[in-house]
Structure formats: structure tokens, C-alpha cells
């Protein structure tokens, strides 16, 4: 793959430490030669992102809270400023109060909806929508997902709802920037173990689960992740968009877990 994404130019927001699937995906797109700026979440975040941001030789990052417009808009400011085109973007953002990422969904409250909403859902839209603006023909992003989205996953809740909504709006987004030659997908990974992850209750289960019964019978690094990333974000998958890619060991094709896997 070296070289596939030579002269690119690459924003990947998301990585809070070398567990994160950002932090695979970013992996996978240096290694074919892309250029990276990355967003971090907050000063906390900052000295994290840093060193790893340099071992890939990038110090071009940027402060990113999607809960403000104006934090934003300044990223884009910055990298047309900086750039002056873009043709790579990297959503990795989710986030839910960890106290309604258990029990049942029924009792999802007004006021963590609409903030689950916007973190992990809207975000996503409004930097499409300021990508666009720096992107050419060519132009590719993706999101991250979760088959909680389509299927119930015990304890993900609000968080599903908010992924289907994603997952709809990767469609529409698709749909208004593809007169442009501009792609947007999402991929919809298995369980990894993450800060984010770590906030669902009883993930350490989930992650079982899906090793027992998954056909591959095992999860998924972040690194197969960012293989699957390099393929939609390059000329790879230029004939992909608005699909919602699985790398998830096959888990989602299964309806019962073979007998060997349940034990039976
Ligand atoms: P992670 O904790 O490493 O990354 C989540 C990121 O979201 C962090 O970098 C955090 O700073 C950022 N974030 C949260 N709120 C934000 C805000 N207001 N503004 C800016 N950034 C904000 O965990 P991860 O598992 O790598 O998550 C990345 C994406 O992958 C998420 O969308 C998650 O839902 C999705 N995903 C995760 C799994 C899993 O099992 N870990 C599976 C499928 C999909």
C-alpha cells in the first residue's frame, strides 16, 4: 500500500490513546503515504495525542470539542489556512453518560438524548458539511458504527439509536455530496477495547460473547479496522459510498451461534 495515498491530505479526529480506533486508522493511512493532522478532545487529551500525532510526523493538531460550532469551524479555519485543501476525513466521536449505558433504553433521558445526539450523531454532519467546502472530486470520509444500531446489544441503549441515526445520515450525506465525487462511508466495527468502549456495561461480556460466536470465532484489532479505513478512504473503494462496511469477524451474519459455539 505505500504510496496509495501519496500527496493526500488527512484529518483524523478521534484518537484519545494508542488503544482508539482512530489511532489504527491513522496507522494505516500514514503507512500509504498520507499527510495527518489530527483534532484531540481537550488539554487532557493534548499530551496524549501529541507524541503519537510525531511518531507518524505529524504536529499538526488541532483542540476539537463537537459539542461547540466554534471549535469546529476553527479546525477548518486552520487546516484551509494551513492546507488549503482536504481530502481525507476521519470521524471517530461518540459519546453518552456512562449512567444510561445500562438498564434498559426506556428510561433515556431528554436531556442525555439530545447530548448523545449531538457528540455521536449531528458531529458528524456539521464536518462533513465544513469538509466539503475544502474538499475536490475525490474526496473520501468515513465514520464509526455499531451493529447496536440495527440489532439489540443489552446495555448499548441510547448509543444504538444515535448509530442508526448516523448510519442514515452517512446515506443522505452520501447522496448530496456524490454530484461532487465525493464519498462518505462508515464502518460498523466489532467490539474493541477502548475508553469508549470500557463505559458500556458489562462490555468485558460483549467482547466475549462476540469471540465465542463471531465465525472467526476471535474480535478485531484496531489495525484490521484501519485496513478497511485505507480501502474506503483511498482509490481502492471509488466505487463505494453510503455503505455501511462490516469488519466485525463476521458477527453480524449470524442468527443462532453454531452448536459447537454455544456448547450445545
Ligand atoms: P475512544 O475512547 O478511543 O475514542 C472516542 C473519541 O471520541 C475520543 O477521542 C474522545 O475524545 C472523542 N470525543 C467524545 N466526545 C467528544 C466531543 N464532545 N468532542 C470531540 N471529541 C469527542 O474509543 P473508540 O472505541 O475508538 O471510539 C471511536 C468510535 O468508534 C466511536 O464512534 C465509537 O462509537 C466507535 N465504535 C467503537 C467500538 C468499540 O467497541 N470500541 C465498536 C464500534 C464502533
Redesign the pocket.
Given at each position: 500500500v505505500t504510496g496509495l495515498l501519496a500527496g493526500k491530505r488527512a484529518l483524523v479526529?478521534?484518537?484519545?490513546?494508542d488503544?482508539?480506533?482512530?489511532w489504527g486508522i491513522a496507522k494505516k493511512l500514514a503507512e500509504a503515504g498520507a499527510e495527518l493532522a489530527f483534532?484531540?478532545?481537550g488539554d487532557a487529551?493534548a499530551k496524549r495525542v501529541r507524541p503519537l500525532a510525531e511518531s507518524l510526523g505529524s504536529d499538526f493538531l488541532l483542540p476539537?470539542?463537537?459539542?461547540n460550532e466554534a471549535s469546529v469551524a476553527a479546525v477548518f479555519a486552520r487546516l484551509k489556512e494551513h492546507w488549503g485543501s482536504l481530502d481525507i476525513v476521519v470521524h471517530?466521536?461518540?459519546?453518552s453518560d456512562k449512567s444510561e449505558l445500562k438498564g434498559s433504553y426506556s428510561r433515556t433521558s431528554r436531556a442525555n438524548f439530545s447530548r448523545t445526539m449531538l457528540?455521536?450523531c449531528y458531529?458528524f454532519t456539521e464536518i462533513a458539511r465544513y469538509a466539503s467546502a475544502l474538499m475536490n472530486e475525490g474526496g473520501s470520509m468515513v465514520?464509526?458504527?455499531?451493529g447496536g444500531s440495527v440489532r439489540v446489544m443489552p446495555n448499548y441503549n441510547v448509543?444504538g439509536v444515535a448509530?442508526a441515526a448516523l448510519e442514515a445520515s452517512v446515506r443522505y450525506l452520501a447522496s448530496d455530496y456524490g454530484p461532487r465525487g465525493i464519498r462518505v462511508n462508515a464502518i460498523?466495527?466489532?467490539?474493541?477495547r477502548?475508553?469508549?468502549?470500557a463505559g458500556i456495561a458489562d462490555a468485558r461480556l460483549m467482547f466475549n460473547y462476540q469471540k465465542r460466536h463471531a465465525p472467526l470465532r476471535r474480535t478485531v484489532t484496531i489495525d484490521e479496522v484501519g485496513g478497511a479505513a485505507l480501502y474506503l478512504l483511498s482509490d481502492l473503494g471509488s466505487g463505494v459510498t453510503g455503505e455501511i462496511h462490516y469488519v466485525d469477524s463476521g458477527y453480524n451474519i449470524i442468527s443462532m451461534p453454531q452448536p459447537d459455539a454455544l456448547k450445545l
Open positions: 479526529m478521534g484518537v484519545a490513546n488503544h482508539s480506533i482512530a483534532t484531540y478532545q487529551l476539537c470539542d463537537v459539542e471517530a466521536i461518540a459519546y457528540i455521536s458531529s465514520t464509526l458504527t455499531y448509543m448509530k460498523s466495527a466489532g467490539p474493541v477502548t475508553l469508549a468502549g
